[in-house]
């Protein structure tokens, strides 16, 4: 971080209001040339999806990562307010840092203020300042000491350790570390994760996003007890086996959010509705009824009982929801994808928290209602998600209140609230949990619209993912907003209209109904071959994981699948497939593609993709070691049900067999043998 200069540092300022000290703190980055005015907004709307209140009378605004554009140099601002600002309920700041950083340079500063909140005397001198060298001697670089490690890290005696620099792009997020959690569960030793001196439990979810490691961090991981060695590389294999999908998702999401920020809106009013601001999450048009969601509220009393009969009561509700997101992820798995399914896989991750449960049986034993000690316990855990400084991390926090709340539900024996709706609905809310989104009804549901949430949110991806037009982050307004009027949702600019005019209702509906007669043309033409104008047909296939997938890539026009990926039939599960299990999936296939091409690839275990019960030896990269066809040939137990149910499948219709990671001609020829037999 540049060192801080008085021109960035106003002393004895006033401010009536949060917003009021952020545009005054905003405004001293601007003069000084870091940022362009409009990142102002930026740090205000980031107030909207995240705390920046960092505790003991500091606040720390910082802007939206996707406004980065407008930084010019990296810098901070201080604002020193000696008589405070309310920041949120019950909480006041007294000196505001406003950050605008490129990339993690702030991290350091960070650092300085922690150290000081533990200095309540030294914290208050900052407070009451009268010479800013006073704040630059406490937050600049030359106040950064030698870290010194917390005296538990080099105690804790490891029988085996690694290091790793992270490099997934948007750092450990809830998807890649509940598959951390998922190999780490797999053995009894005890594994942590070293960030610095903090450390995690490698079995907790919610722990290992509480360190806040992002790109870039050199991760230390240890393991101590039974099997420790195996233990370790298993891990390190899963954590780096994942590294190419998540800067592949990274790089998809980059593109996705390109495509979605448009610069010219589709459509604008002739008119002049009331307009409301936020962050374009789902692209699209969407125009009906202003209906607002009101997520449940549970209002728990303690009500103490016996102390077995409240811990038995806990532990049904968990089996419970557990059970419930395993139907939920199998139901979105054929709805929508394998990827959307993975949103409730690692919800069952972070119900699955052993700290989250021992500290709600721990206040049971202390004799409080189950009810009353999930939630405080819950309550706990959400709290530490929405401190860590990544909005995509701290964005899993409404992963967590989604499925405990569920938790909370099965103890009240509560019914999930269903809104009944009989005409197109833009729904308003404050946010929405990934199991709203997924349950509402998109008969009539056309459009979303929160006042917070994030464009990276769970939530945000479904809305894509169901063509759902939406926006996120437009403000407390949007709850003011009185119900029943007409409004539109632009999801490509992040514009809500309200309170439309008959004209331009029936200026957009001419819109949304063109756009509608394009798409609508373009479907009638998906089966038309793909012939260029020189005379050159090129064949469309698709890559698909099931008859399911299938069927809809030939509905959308595809003439063959160019790629089935056998790998799915062995993942999530215990045992291997057995002849007559694959047999059956790929007859389906062969049924569905009606004599149109079909080739189905051999199973391709490794890297990214990690088959516990196989036991496979851990390799320096499990990319290019023993996978693909070099697998089948070592385990032809594996390679011979897998063949056998193929040519039993291909007695009903055409199929072709693709070997994957073939390195030499050896190889296809041994391969080819064990087929001729």
């Known amino acids: 971080m540049k060192t801080i200069t008085r021109s960035c540092i106003r002393l004895h ?9 952020i545009r005054l703190a905003g405004q001293l980055l601007a003069d000084a040339g870091y940022i362009e005015p409009a990142y102002i907004d930026s740090l205000l709307k980031r107030e909207q999806v995240a705390n920046t209140f960092l505790g003991s009378g500091v606040a720390i605004p910082h802007g939206m990562i996707e406004d980065r554009h407008l930084i010019h140099h990296t810098g901070i601002a201080i604002l020193q307010l000696p008589d405070g600002v309310e920041w949120n309920e019950g909480q006041k700041a007294y000196l505001v840092v406003a950050i605008a950083a490129q990339s993690d340079e702030h991290i350091a500063l960070l650092r300085r203020l922690t150290r000081l909140m533990q200095q309540p005397e030294a914290l208050d001198t900052l407070f009451h300042a009268e010479n800013p060298l006073v704040l630059i001697a406490a937050l600049g670089d030359a106040a950064e000491p030698t870290p010194t490690p917390q005296p538990e890290a080099p105690t804790w005696p490891a029988d085996a ?11 450990l997020h809830a998807r890649p570390a509940s598959r951390w959690v ?14 610095d001196a903090e450390f995690a439990d490698a079995k907790a979810l919610t722990d290992l996003l509480a360190l806040g490691v992002t790109c870039g961090s050199t991760l230390r991981l240890a393991a101590r007890g039974p099997d420790a ?7 390190h294999d899963t954590i780096r086996g994942l590294s190419a999908v998540e800067q592949a998702d990274a790089e998809r999401a980059r593109r996705n959010a390109l495509a979605a920020r448009k610069t010219k809106p589709e459509w604008t009013p002739s008119g002049a509705p009331r307009t409301l601001y936020g962050l374009g999450a789902s692209p699209g048009l969407a125009v009906g009824k202003l209906v607002r969601h009101v997520s449940q509220r549970f209002d728990i009393t303690d009500q103490p009982g016996d102390v077995v009969a409240e811990g038995e009561a806990l532990e049904q509700a968990l089996i419970a929801v557990r059970a419930e997101r395993e139907e939920l992820e199998g139901r979105t798995r054929q709805r929508l994808s394998a990827a959307e399914a993975a949103i409730f896989a690692a919800q069952r991750e972070l119900l699955a928290d052993p700290v989250l449960t021992r500290d709600a049986l721990v206040t049971i034993m202390q004799g409080h209602g189950a009810a009353w000690s999930w939630q405080r316990a819950l309550r706990a855990r959400i709290d530490k998600l929405q401190q860590v400084d990544d909005p995509l991390l701290a964005a899993r926090a409404v992963d967590l209140r989604d499925v405990g709340e569920r938790v909370l539900a099965q103890l009240l024996g509560i019914e999930r609230q269903q809104l009944t709706l009989t005409e197109p609905t833009i729904l308003a809310a404050e946010d929405l949990t990934p199991s709203d989104t997924l349950h509402l009804d998109t008969r009539h549901v056309v459009g979303l619209a929160t006042s917070a949430g994030g464009p990276t949110s769970h939530t945000a991806i479904l809305a894509r993912t169901l063509g759902l037009p939406a926006i996120v982050a437009a403000g407390p307004a949007l709850l003011a907003a009185p119900e029943g009027g007409i409004a539109v949702v632009d999801g490509g600019t992040g514009v809500l209209y309200l309170d439309v005019n008959e004209a331009d209702q029936r200026s957009i509906a001419e819109v949304i109904a063109r756009q509608t007669a394009a798409r609508e043309s373009l479907r009638a033409a998906r089966h038309l071959p793909a012939t260029t104008t020189d005379g050159h047909t090129i064949e469309i296939a698709a890559n698909v994981a099931n008859a399911k997938q299938a069927a809809a890539a030939v509905d959308a026009g595809a003439e063959g699948i160019g790629l089935m990926r056998t790998e799915f039939l062995f993942l999530e599960r215990n045992t291997a497939p057995d002849e007559e299990e694959q047999y ?17 690839r051999t199973l391709d275990i490794g890297g990214d993709k990690q088959v516990p019960y196989l036991d496979l030896p851990h390799e320096e990269n499990p990319f290019l070691g023993v996978r693909g066809a070099r697998l089948l040939l070592q385990r032809q137990d594996l390679l011979y049900a897998q063949l056998r149910a193929l040519y039993r499948a291909a007695q009903h219709g055409p199929l072709w067999i693709m070997f994957p990671m073939v390195t030499h001609v050896g190889e296809i020829e041994a391969l080819r043998g064990h087929c001729e037999l």
């Open 161 to 171: 350790e690694a290091t790793w620099t992270v490099d997934y792009p948007n750092g």
């Open 182 to 195: 998922e190999t780490a569960k797999r053995f009894p030793c005890e594994l942590r994760i070293y960030k």
């Open 13 to 21: 300022a006033r401010a009536g209001t949060k917003d009021e000290a």
């Open 229 to 235: 060695q195996r233990a370790l590389n298993a891990l």
């Open 584 to 600: 059956q999936v790929y007859r389906e296939m062969i049924e569905v593609m009606a004599g149109r091409r079909l080739i189905i």
